[in-house]
């Protein structure tokens, strides 16, 4: 995979979806932080349909806190992991209050410094609430960039080294997003769509199930 076509298979990308946007509801960036932190090993429709009850009731780290543990379960009860989820969630509120009045922290270090916050929900919290071009590994992206060759790597963190190294800095802002929905509706795991991908020609990927158009 060369400089050109990764150029040309991120222009296509945004040619095809040129706002790309988190398919996560949230409208502050802790109801960010708190959506991703509940999509771990759980789909976003699933984090969707229980936010939709929760932030109405618990719009802030306040009101979420307030709630605790036990009244949080309720609301999130459907979510994979819900109880591990729900302590990180409570525990995380306290510390925003207590180390940052309330608001959700704009750096890596103090995004990771919260329980339950890992690199991935840092870099998702980074680029979709605030604008920083970082790119988040997922096992959609994961996939996408080792199976078309734009970015391969044996784990997450060397796939992420690799996007965030040879992605075109014009590209890099919403370069989570193109891949993560190309993951997800077009280059799926088990039935990888080849006759609806705008970028066949350009994957290296030996098994497509269609020929490159």
């Known amino acids: 995979m060369n400089d050109q076509k990764r150029h040309a298979i991120y222009e296509r990308l945004q040619s095809a979806n040129p706002a790309p946007k988190t398919e996560l509801d949230y409208q502050t960036p802790f109801q960010l932080l708190v959506a991703v932190m509940l999509s771990a090993q759980a ?11 929760l932030f109405p009731v618990a719009p802030t780290p306040e009101s ?15 979510i994979g992991l819900y109880r591990v989820k729900a302590r990180n969630l409570i525990a995380t509120c306290r510390l925003l209050l207590e180390r940052h009045a309330g608001e959700t922290p704009k750096t890596r270090a103090e995004l990771e410094a919260l329980p ?10 980074l680029n979709t609430a ?5 790119i988040a590994v997922d096992t959609h992206i994961f996939r996408v960039a080792n199976r078309t060759g734009l970015a391969p790597g044996k784990d997450v963190r060397a796939v992420e080294d690799r996007l965030t190294q040879t992605t075109p800095p014009a590209y890099r802002q919403n370069a989570h997003h193109w891949l ?3 993951g997800r509706y077009v280059c799926k795991a088990r039935k990888p769509d080849c006759a609806a991908c ?3 020609d350009l994957c290296a990927w030996p098994q497509k199930t269609v020929a490159a158009h």
């Open 43 to 53: 789909t976003d429709v699933s984090v969707n349909k229980a936010t939709r009850q």
């Open 64 to 78: 979420l806190l307030a709630l605790g543990e036990a009244g949080l379960t309720p609301y999130i009860k459907s």
């Open 116 to 125: 339950g916050v890992g690199r991935k929900t840092a870099n998702v919290v």
């Open 130 to 134: 605030f604008g920083q071009p970082t």
């Open 180 to 182: 993560i929905l190309h």
């Open 198 to 200: 705008v970028i066949a």
